[in-house]
């Protein structure tokens, strides 16, 4: 999933660059968001929050989580 504006406008979180994207696993409640820039992992982000109503919500909410660590990662790599 391309993750630069897949939930834009729901929060403030910076879009995310073209080249990053966002793949979502579940396992029960627990989510894992596996974050990639041009196919390669960076991190993984997981959440299991008992207030997901369904998948949706969870992508949602690790897409916006997503991308504001990649801009805080974009950013101390700067200078």
């Known amino acids: 999933m391309n993750i630069d504006k897949a939930s834009a406008g729901l929060t403030d979180a910076p879009l995310a660059p073209v080249d990053w994207t966002m793949d979502l ?4 409640k627990h989510y894992t968001a596996e974050v990639r820039r041009a196919g390669v992992l960076m991190c993984r982000i997981t959440s299991a929050l008992p207030e997901y109503t369904d998948q949706a919500a ?22």
């Open 25 to 28: 696993t579940q396992s029960g």
């Open 58 to 79: 969870a992508r949602r909410e690790l897409a916006d989580r997503a991308r504001i660590w990649i801009h805080e990662f974009l950013a101390t790599r700067s200078g």
